[in-house]
């Protein structure tokens, strides 16, 4: 099993950035798509980004693709979220996560590692 624990979270002023890591153990890197998920108060947890194991297919929702970057170094073990143009509406727990899943998906259900999350909070 590999284990996930995500970084890089904190207070920031709308307009602003962060980058997000997410450091990996237990298994190469190269085994897993990787992806990451946010999760607002009172909502479901939501698919952000996803990229496959040597970077070559990376899939964005919609709202966050012109804002956000997934990147990975395998030799580090660790995946990136660069987030830029904050926004108040950003404010969640993000998530990384990994699956033996071939294709960059967006299911959630076909992640079964996750890490314990990292708060992000945008001020207006």
């Known amino acids: 099993q590999v284990q996930l624990v995500e970084s890089g979270g904190g207070l920031v002023q709308a307009g602003g950035s962060l980058r997000l890591s997410c450091l990996t153990s237990g298994q190469p890197l190269v085994r897993y798509t990787m992806g990451w998920f946010r999760q607002a108060p009172g909502k479901e947890r939501a698919f952000l980004a996803a990229i496959n194991w040597n970077s070559g297919a990376i899939n964005y929702e919609d709202s966050v693709k012109d804002r956000f970057t997934i990147s990975r170094d395998n030799a580090k073990a660790t995946v990136y979220l660069q987030m830029n143009s904050l926004k108040p509406e950003d404010t969640a727990v993000y998530y990384c996560?990994?699956?033996?899943?071939?294709?960059?998906?967006?299911?959630?259900?076909?992640?079964?590692?996750w890490g314990q999350g990292t708060q992000v909070t945008v001020s207006s």
């Open positions: 996560a990994a699956t033996t899943f071939i294709s960059p998906t967006s299911a959630l259900y076909r992640y079964l590692n």
